[in-house]
């Protein structure tokens, strides 16, 4: 449960707009979900009709979710970050980011996020990618 005190009002978060993914079917048609409300999910036979539906899906937990008191967790887009995040590593990998770092004349934190943000690119890019092919992404095996 929640803290009631300074919660938003229910027409707060039915009026949030909340992203959704959307997956072809093995049994045919597409399976949508809401990442940020655990559970919001539904399968349609259309894109058009999946997408429909899963925003029924989302309101109807919102509501559901605001009755019993429980949070509701607000869209990716409206989340605050820090920009910090603390990463254990082994001090072999730890060693080598360094060694990497000063080779290329930058501090260790530039080369981790130069590093990070090449990787996600690099993922994004293949998603799309997949998604244009009519592939499942689970079943294109990619090189590294």
């Not at 349609?44 to 937990?61: F, M, R």
């Not at 995040?85 to 290329?104: D, G, M, N, T, Y």
């Amino acid at each position: 449960m929640s803290k009631e005190k300074g919660r938003k009002t229910l027409e707060y978060y039915m009026a949030l707009s909340y992203p959704f993914v959307i997956h072809p079917a093995e049994e045919g048609g597409f399976v949508a979900e809401v990442e940020e409300l655990s559970g919001c999910i539904t399968q349609g036979e259309t894109l058009e009709e999946v997408s429909e539906l899963i925003k029924d899906a989302s309101q109807a937990w919102i509501e559901v979710a605001y009755e019993s008191g429980e949070e509701i967790p607000l869209p990716r887009s409206q989340q605050e970050y820090s920009g910090k995040f603390i990463v254990r590593l082994p001090k072999s990998l730890h060693r080598r980011l360094a060694e990497q770092a000063a080779v290329e004349g930058v501090s260790l934190n530039q080369l981790v996020v130069y590093l990070l943000s090449t990787e996600l690119q690099t993922q994004e890019i293949l998603n799309e990618a997949k998604i244009l092919l009519g592939k499942s992404p689970s079943k294109i095996e990619v090189p590294k």
